[in-house]
């Protein structure tokens, strides 16, 4: 696991194509922004722990929610979409290993919660290879943030900048030209 620091308004770039941008953190409570998960709009997202076997995701923009025995399954709102102004979302408790699903693309499932920090695995055909976030002792202004990526590179936005402007001077195909389109600013 990639252990990095982050403030608000920093992001962490997994490849191909995720970014995962810190909103801001407050009272323990750390808000992401989630770009990337194949045709699912950009998610905010916070776990926060409830108990030793349980967390809370919170979870939005979305358009609706389905609960029956198969599990839960929202619909992102899309950029246009009145719930996406209004940031209309979930807040729903998930023991350990309990999924989520989004517009059948995505999962995300409660890991573990070891010493009260929880983590949050992501995947699905929108994901691809499946990797886990987990936030790690918030203090003050920034958050530890660990990363579990296997088979993924995983960089601080500030250097895959810099990776991506040497990949295209070599002529190598960048395949996530997305991420300045949704790059903040």
């Keep these: ?7 608000s308004g920093e992001s962490i770039i997994i490849e191909p194509d995720v970014r995962a941008m810190v909103l801001s953190i ?3 409570r750390v808000w992401f922004q989630l770009h990337g ?12 722990v409830v108990s030793v076997a349980e967390a809370r995701l919170e979870i939005g923009p979305l358009v609706s929610v389905d609960f029956d025995a198969a599990g839960v399954r929202l619909r992102s709102a899309p950029t246009s979409h009145p719930a ?5 979302g979930l807040s729903i408790s998930r023991r350990v290993g309990e999924r989520v699903e989004i517009d059948d693309e995505v999962w ?3 890991g573990t919660l070891p010493k009260g920090n929880p983590s949050v695995a992501f995947g699905g055909v929108g994901v691809g290879e499946p990797f886990t976030l987990a936030v790690i002792r918030p203090s003050g202004s920034y958050v530890r943030i660990g990363v579990d990526a296997p ?4 960089y601080r936005e ?3 900048d810099a990776v991506r402007v040497t990949k295209q001077d070599a002529g190598a195909e960048v395949p996530a030209e997305t ?6 600013g």
């Design 37 to 48: 998960l194949g045709t699912v709009s950009d998610l905010r997202l916070s776990a926060t």
């Design 84 to 88: 996406a102004a209004m940031q209309a």
């Design 179 to 184: 991420l300045a389109e949704a790059a903040p």
């Design 151 to 154: 088979n993924r590179r995983v």
């Design 158 to 160: 500030e250097l895959w």
């Design 26 to 28: 407050e009272e323990g």
């Design 108 to 110: 995300i499932e409660i």
């Design 1 to 7: 696991m990639l252990v990095l620091n982050r403030r």
